[in-house]
């Protein structure tokens, strides 16, 4: 496991140009993990940004496991190229730079729901997303002091009664 920030550089990763990082976009990823001449070889776990880390990071890792056990098949190196190929046509023409292929944003929960159905997990908590999304609108109408203050107890409730089901 290597660990290199959000500056993607990997001067340890020899893939003869199977993987490259142009202007910080890591590629070509089938769904921001897998590099097709590699798969399932070569996984990368946490590339995209602006999220929620941790169950992004955890759905990941599971769908990893999925596929080395055998128990979740890839499509072919071709069909996960086709997915990238459409993916960068998406953001060029968004106008999107290639720096930002891998902010997801409130794309995010999307992109979890994907993996949690490919690994026969359930979906994103709706209280998660509702928490992600207003602590946003706190923390750019109040960059100083959102951590300090909140109106969103009965998100937290639910988290706890949420959470209670793993722990008793």
């Known amino acids: 496991m290597h660990c290199t920030g959000y500056k993607y550089h990997f001067p340890f990763l020899e893939t003869n140009g199977s993987v490259t990082v142009d202007d910080n976009r890591?590629?070509?990823?089938?769904?921001?993990?897998?590099?097709?001449e590699l798969a399932p070889w070569l996984s990368f776990i946490g590339i995209p940004w602006q999220v929620v880390p941790f169950p992004l990071f955890e759905l990941q890792s599971k769908w990893i496991a999925g596929v080395l056990s055998g128990r979740i098949m890839l499509p072919s190196k071709e069909d996960m190229m086709e997915d990238i190929k459409s993916l960068y046509a998406t953001l060029e023409a968004q106008g999107i730079q290639k720096r930002y292929t891998h902010r997801m944003g409130i794309a995010q929960?999307?992109?979890?729901?994907?993996?949690a159905t490919q690994c026969g997990c359930p979906g994103t908590e709706e209280w998660r997303k509702e928490m992600y999304l207003t602590t946003g609108v706190r923390k750019r109408a109040k960059p100083e002091t959102y951590r300090d203050e909140w109106e969103d107890h009965h998100l937290i409730s639910q988290a706890s009664q949420d959470f209670s089901l793993y722990t008793h």
């Open 26 to 36: 890591v590629g070509p990823l089938y769904k921001h993990v897998f590099p097709p």
């Open 109 to 115: 929960f999307e992109y979890n729901d994907w993996l």
